[in-house]
DNA sequence: AGTAGAACCTGAGCGC
DNA sequence: TGCGCTCAGGTTCTAC
C-alpha cells in the first residue's frame, strides 16, 4: 500500500501508539530488505524513546530522542501491524497456532508499557499502547529501513534526490513550467519521477490525469508554454484534490491490505480509471470506455475521449 | 540526455 | 488439483 495517501494513513496510525513511546526490544528476523540492514540496527534502536513520527514523500521518518532518525519506505508490499499490550489481538492475523511469526514478519517492534514513559509527551496517549507490539510484514522485501545519524537526514542519499512534495507549498505552476520545459517524457512518465514530485504512485497519476482532462502519453513539455498555464492548473489541482480525497478515505486497500489498526481504507471504490479498463469513462457526458495500455513497463489507465 | 526494459522478490488470479 | 503465465501500490541499474 505505497503511494502518499496509504503512507500518511500508515503514519497518522504510528504515531498515536508510537509518538512518545519507548522501543523496549527490536526483533531483526533477517539481514535485510531491499537494502541490508545498517550495523547493529536492533541494538543502536533499543532503549530510544521515539519523539516524532513524519512523513517525506513515500518515506515514514520516526525521529528518536538522541536525534538519530528511523526512516522506512513501504515498498511495494510494506506494511505494520499494531498489537496492543494485552496479549495477542486479532488472532491469526500474523501468527499461527504455534505462535510462530508469519514468513514475512521480517522487523518486530516492542514498546515499553506506558508506565515506563515518563517522558510521554503532552500529545502521547499515555495508555494507548501498553507495551504495543508492532510487526512489519513485507513478501516482496522492496521496502526499506535505515537509521540515520543526527544532522544525516537532508543529505540522505535516498532523500536529497526527492523533489518537491505533492501536497507542499512548493508544487507551484512555476516549479512545473520550469520542471516540464523541453521535456519529451510522457506526462504520466514525468508524474512518476520522484525526482520531480515526490509521492506520486502508478494508481494517483492515472486518477489525477483522468480529473485534469489529460491524456497520459502527451509529452510533458507541452505543458510548459505559456499557453498552458490553465492545464497546468488543473493538473496541480487535480493532483492535489485527489491526494486529499484519498488520504480522507484512509488510502486505499488492494487485495488485502489492512493499515496498522486493522482497518483497510476505501478509496479505492473512488477510482476513477486505475483498475477500470473496458468499463464506461465515469464522465456521464462522456460515453467511451476506459482503456489499459503500458507505459514503461506499468500499466495506464485513461479515457481516450476526456484525456487531451 | 533521456528513455525503455530488466531486475529485485513473492503471491494472487486466471486459463487450460 | 496443478501448472504456467501475467500482473501487482516502487525504485534502481543497464542497455540502447
Avoid: W
Amino acid at each position: 500500500m505505497p503511494e502518499l495517501p496509504e503512507v500518511e494513513t500508515v503514519v497518522r496510525a504510528l504515531r498515536g501508539v508510537m509518538e512518545g513511546a519507548r522501543i523496549a526490544r527490536v526483533e531483526v528476523r533477517r539481514d535485510g530488505l531491499r537494502f541490508p540492514f545498517p550495523q547493529r540496527f536492533g541494538p543502536r534502536l533499543e532503549g530510544r524513546e521515539i519523539v516524532r513520527m513524519t512523513r517525506r514523500a513515500k518515506y515514514i521518518l520516526a525521529t528518536l530522542d538522541d536525534d538519530a532518525t528511523l526512516l522506512v519506505h513501504l515498498g511495494m508490499t510494506g506494511r505494520f501491524i499494531v498489537e496492543a499490550g494485552e496479549g495477542f489481538g486479532a488472532p491469526g492475523r500474523h501468527h499461527n497456532e504455534e505462535g510462530t511469526a508469519f514468513p514475512h514478519e521480517h522487523i518486530v517492534f516492542h514498546l515499553a508499557g506506558s508506565a515506563a514513559r515518563p517522558n510521554a509527551r503532552p500529545n502521547a496517549r499515555p495508555d494507548a499502547s501498553p507495551g504495543a507490539r508492532i510487526g512489519y510484514i513485507d513478501p516482496r522485501r522492496f521496502g526499506i529501513m535505515d537509521l540515520v545519524a543526527p544532522g544525516g537526514l537532508a543529505g540522505h542519499r535516498l532523500l536529497a534526490a526527492l523533489g518537491v512534495e505533492a501536497l507542499g507549498p512548493d508544487l507551484t505552476r512555476a516549479y512545473l513550467q520550469g520542471a516540464f520545459a523541453g521535456k519529451r517524457a510522457p506526462l504520466k512518465a514525468a508524474l512518476l519521477d520522484q525526482r520531480i514530485i515526490a509521492g506520486l504512485g502508478n494508481i494517483y497519476v492515472c486518477e489525477a490525469l483522468h480529473r485534469a482532462g489529460l491524456a497520459p502519453g502527451r509529452a510533458a513539455g507541452t505543458l510548459a508554454g505559456a499557453g498552458a498555464a490553465k492545464a497546468l492548473d488543473r493538473l496541480i489541482g487535480a493532483i492535489v484534490r485527489t491526494l486529499n480525497d484519498a488520504i480522507a478515505a484512509g488510502g486505499s486497500t488492494l487485495r488485502d491490505f489492512a493499515g496498522p489498526n486493522g482497518n483497510s481504507g476505501y478509496f479505492q471504490h473512488d477510482f476513477r480509471v486505475y483498475g477500470r479498463g473496458g468499463q464506461p469513462c465515469p464522465n456521464l457526458a462522456c460515453g467511451d470506455m476506459i482503456h489499459r495500455m503500458a507505459q514503461s513497463g506499468r500499466s495506464t489507465y485513461f479515457c481516450p475521449a476526456c484525456q487531451k
